[in-house]
């Protein structure tokens, strides 16, 4: 229907939600709808909440209503504190990722967790080098547990500098320095957050602000780059696979097992339960085929990068793989997870399997994992969703037949290799405008912009004009699904990115991991920006985010301006309701960290101002 065809591009999800409609099963959008209209306050940022005063709001017209809260903040205040309070909750989390990443690492260069292993001793070297830690002559447990102490003590560190932001280039190390926004400890920049937005203390939207822009780079060059390295560390860094997704690649004749969230540490020893030859054979017993694992969002990401694991879907289609009536465990850890999947599951006879100590819900079964005793307790889920294999009602079972093909796993190192062992290669490209920029398009599905069109009208735009695009996330696996990342897809890009993605053997369009990966595409812009002794905010690059949702993408936006890289937002931020602050995050940014933020609904016009930036930065360049 009409519709359906508005909710999504994804032929596999409107097949899916004509099938919730069938069985009269509510999705996010059907509640998005009943939410409509949204409060307007809270569009515009207008809304604060942060003492018991209030609630007050501010109204958007001069000359009606109230224009101060009862303590006096402003429209200004208000916007700014609200803004900074979402970027402390999306750096919490992703460097809480990246704090359990650490944690797993020490317990296993201590000989204490139940299963890991450090896989990567190269990057273990490489990481080591960084933090000055002496690798000659010493076993990797030994490096290992040096380099854990050291990356577990960033978080709490309460003087001196971030370690990996040391990779950015002197002089936007200079200028973040200059500006005051260099970050401490992580943790400590998160509380400072808190502190200043409590009601009475810094009521100074600049001010604000500039702690916001200082916590985002605590988060992606921190947290988040601690979650990645660590990750490549104890499971390897990803190297060009091939994989498949949509939800397709859920089996009739298997048990299906559906690994969604974020973390890798959970997913990695589910992936190999589901290996254990006995558990195989009960699921034999059970009539099954065997075991499928498959991967949701950012797990998804993780575990179809190290094992080509398939994909089941982004953030929207959770709700959907349920109502396929195939999947026998949904098993969850942190992040993105709806807590809607509980009474949908019931429908079903489906388990939702929560995990995480952190992240409970109503409707799950609570199996907590522990790295002590990883692989225990991950053969215990898979044996849980083994066995519910018999509950399966064939009759209620509907899988859209959807898969694509992609190739997955560019990791920087892998960048590198696909080169020929040297950056010269695509320097040489970018110089000659075969390449015109590297994009770094990333992000959440958002139900207020038709499902997957935004990432994928946006990313085809770009390779079309000849950007190379990198990308993370929920975008990785919109424009996966919609067949851009293979390497045949260069018939898609314009000449010059065709050529060059043809001599390569690459797709246009690089998947270089899930959210915290991102911090991925800053080593490389900060290796391209190195290599030709400039700025990262000379280069001809640009991020986008067509579909964000969540704190986590305000603090990623955040730190990728901050890094000195202009920034489309595909939905729009609730921050209108101050024309200051509005002002200070899409023009005054550029005089602090030479970079700023555009918002734009429209795919193909964002791509327009990203390639337009480009141009006007290779102009700059002399290139
Ligand atoms: Fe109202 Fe000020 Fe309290 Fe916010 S902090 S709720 S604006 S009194
Ligand atoms: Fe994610």
Redesign the pocket.
């Known amino acids: 229907s009409e519709k359906i065809l508005n909710r999504s591009v994804d032929p596999a999800t409107q097949k899916m939600l004509g099938r919730a409609e069938e069985l009269d099963l509510e999705t996010a959008w059907d509640r998005y709808e009943k939410m409509l209209p949204q409060c307007g306050f809270g569009e515009l940022g207008l809304c ?9 709001r501010i109204s958007p017209f001069e000359d009606t209503g109230p224009q101060k ?5 402003t429209a200004d205040i ?1 916007v700014a504190r609200n803004l900074i309070r979402m970027i402390a909750g999306g750096a919490a989390a992703h460097s809480d990722h990246g704090r359990d990443l650490a944690h797993t690492l020490l317990l296993t260069a201590q000989g204490k967790s139940g299963g890991y292993e450090i896989k990567d001793e190269i990057k273990l070297s490489a990481l080591a080098r960084e933090y000055r830690i002496e690798t000659q002559g010493r076993s990797k447990e030994d490096i290992g547990l040096d380099l854990a102490e050291s990356v577990y003590a960033e978080f709490g560190k309460q003087e001196g500098f971030v370690q990996f932001s040391r990779r950015a280039p002197k002089k936007r190390v200079e200028l973040w320095k200059k500006a005051g926004i260099d970050p401490r400890g992580i943790d400590r920049e998160i509380v400072e957050i808190m502190h200043r937005t409590h ?1 009475g203390v810094d009521n100074d939207p600049v001010n604000l602000i500039l702690q916001g822009l200082k916590t985002s780079i605590a988060d992606g060059w921190g947290g988040s780059a601690i979650a990645t390295e660590i990750s490549d560390v104890l499971f390897g860094t990803p190297e060009p696979v091939r994989s498949m997704v949509n939800l397709g690649v859920l089996k009739h004749e298997h048990v299906n097992i559906i690994a969604h969230g974020h973390e890798p540490v959970l997913s990695e020893m589910i992936v190999a339960a589901a290996h254990d030859p006995k558990l195989v054979e009960q699921a034999k017993a059970c009539g099954a085929a065997g075991i499928n694992v498959v991967g949701m969002c950012c797990t998804g990401n993780e575990i179809s990068m190290r094992h080509g694991i398939p994909i089941a879907g982004n953030f929207l289609q959770q709700e959907l793989a349920v109502i396929t009536g195939a999947v026998e465990a949904m098993i969850v850890d942190v992040q993105c997870i709806m807590p809607a999947l509980g009474d949908l599951c019931e429908c079903f006879h489906t388990k939702f399997i929560s995990t995480s100590p952190k992240a409970k819900f109503p409707g799950a079964i609570h199996m907590e994992f522990n790295e002590e005793h990883a692989m225990e307790i991950a053969k215990e889920i898979v044996g849980t969703a083994v066995e519910n294999y018999a509950n399966r009602n064939k009759g209620k079972v509907f899988i859209p037949e959807d898969t694509t093909d992609c190739m997955v796993g560019f990791s920087a190192e892998a960048i590198v290799k696909a080169l020929g062992g040297t950056l010269d290669p695509l320097l040489d490209a970018i110089k000659s405008g075969a390449i015109k920029g590297i994009a770094g398009v990333v992000g959440c599905n958002n139900v207020k912009i038709k499902h997957d069109e935004g990432h994928v009208e946006l990313v085809k735009e770009l390779i079309r004009n000849n950007v190379l695009v990198t990308t993370t996330g929920c975008n990785a696996i919109a424009v996966a699904k919609a067949g851009l990342m293979l390497p045949e897809a260069s018939a898609q890009a314009g000449e010059g990115l065709r050529g060059v993605c043809q001599a390569l053997g690459i797709p246009p369009v690089l998947h270089m991991g899930s959210c915290v990966d991102i911090s991925r595409i800053l080593t490389v812009c900060a290796a391209v920006a190195n290599a030709l002794g400039v700025d990262i905010s000379d280069l001809p690059v640009a991020g986008a985010a067509p579909e964000w949702m969540s704190e986590k993408a305000v603090s990623i936006g955040s730190y990728v301006v901050s890094s000195g890289i202009f920034t489309v937002l595909g939905t729009v931020p609730q921050v209108l309701g101050s024309p200051l602050v509005t002002q200070i995050l899409t023009k005054t940014a550029n005089d602090v960290v030479g970079a700023a933020f555009a918002v734009e609904t429209d795919p193909i016009k964002g791509a327009g101002l990203m390639i337009a930036h480009m141009d006007a930065k290779r102009k700059a360049l002399g290139i």
């Open positions: 604060c909440r942060i003492c018991n005063m209030g609630p007050c809260g009862i303590c006096g903040a208000i009601i």
